[in-house]
């Protein structure tokens, strides 16, 4: 069986009244879900590891699901944020192996390659965002700073920082 939203949405609300055979069938179909979410994401050999991540940190998290919300896009976050950090340790187990003569070696190279990719992708962005994301996540001013520098309020600041992040992650992961 394959559920649709508003059957695990009824199926969560259940298990939140304590169901556990309603349970045990949101756990089964959040899985198989899961697994369809992950196989792209993931090489096969991690992805049982990374959906069983995923459906602990649902268990622990099901008291904060909302019954008058979607249960998928709840889901599809968790499964984000647990993916996230699953690179993160990925790759820092990766970059640990390195040996010595493996050792990164620094070269103004990378340092343009970065600033042509990010300029690539600023061009998306409306100037007042790009702006903002140079001022306060690139060369480290603070919100103020960055206001004084732009004429910017501080919370257009922070707005123009958060929906131009959130535009260039979708055009990362639409790449």
């Known amino acids: 069986m394959i559920a ?7 199926l969560m609300a259940a298990a939140q009244k304590g169901d ?4 045990n069938v949101l756990l089964s179909e959040a899985g ?16 049982d590891d990374l959906v069983q991540d995923v459906l602990m940190a649902l268990h622990a998290k099901r008291n904060t699901y ?3 919300r979607p249960f998928l896009p709840w889901l599809a976050a968790i499964a984000r944020y647990r993916w996230v950090d699953h690179l993160r340790k990925v790759y820092k187990h990766e970059s640990d192996l390195l040996e010595d003569n493996d050792a ?7 340092v343009i390659e970065a ?5 690539r992708l600023f061009v998306h962005l409306p100037s007042s965002q ?10 480290g001013l603070s919100i103020h700073e960055a206001s004084q520098k732009t ?17 260039l992650s979708a055009l990362v992961e639409k790449a």
């Open 4 to 10: 649709d939203e508003a059957t695990l949405a009824r």
């Open 20 to 23: 556990k055979p309603a349970y």
């Open 32 to 47: 198989m879900w899961l697994e369809r979410y992950f196989r792209r994401r993931v090489p096969p050999h991690q992805l």
């Open 66 to 68: 909302d019954r008058s």
């Open 104 to 110: 990164y070696v620094d070269s103004d190279e990378d």
């Open 115 to 119: 600033r042509v990719s990010l300029e």
């Open 130 to 139: 790009a702006e903002a994301i140079e001022l306060v996540k690139i060369e």
């Open 151 to 167: 004429g910017q309020s501080e919370s257009l600041v922070k707005v123009n920082i958060h929906r131009g992040l959130k535009k």
